[in-house]
């Protein structure tokens, strides 16, 4: 994470990455948990999202040097990503 992330986002986009930082965070907590098949649904809720959206944040975090995406692109992408996990901690993913 930038120190100057701060000075070039708006608050949306700053509030939507950070809670795909709390995602990320909790996965890797769980991770070894989650790899040997311990985990168990339904115990922690921001795992379960984090669960259910890996494959989504790995894709936004792993972007591929000749896949260009603009900055307009990416801001979406991470709000969309954030409300996507807001809607399933709630109940309604």
Do not use: C, W
């Amino acid at each position: 994470m930038s120190r100057v992330r701060d000075a070039v986002i708006d608050a949306e986009h700053r509030d939507a990455a950070n809670a795909l930082v709390r995602l990320e965070a909790a996965y890797r907590a769980h991770e070894d948990l989650i790899a040997v098949g311990a985990y168990q649904k339904g115990a922690n809720a921001t795992v379960d999202t984090a669960i259910a959206l890996r494959p989504d944040l790995l894709r936004l975090l792993q972007q591929r040097p000749e896949h260009h995406s603009t900055f307009a692109e990416t801001r979406a992408q991470v709000i969309e990503l954030a409300r996507r996990a807001e809607a399933i901690e709630r109940g309604g993913g």
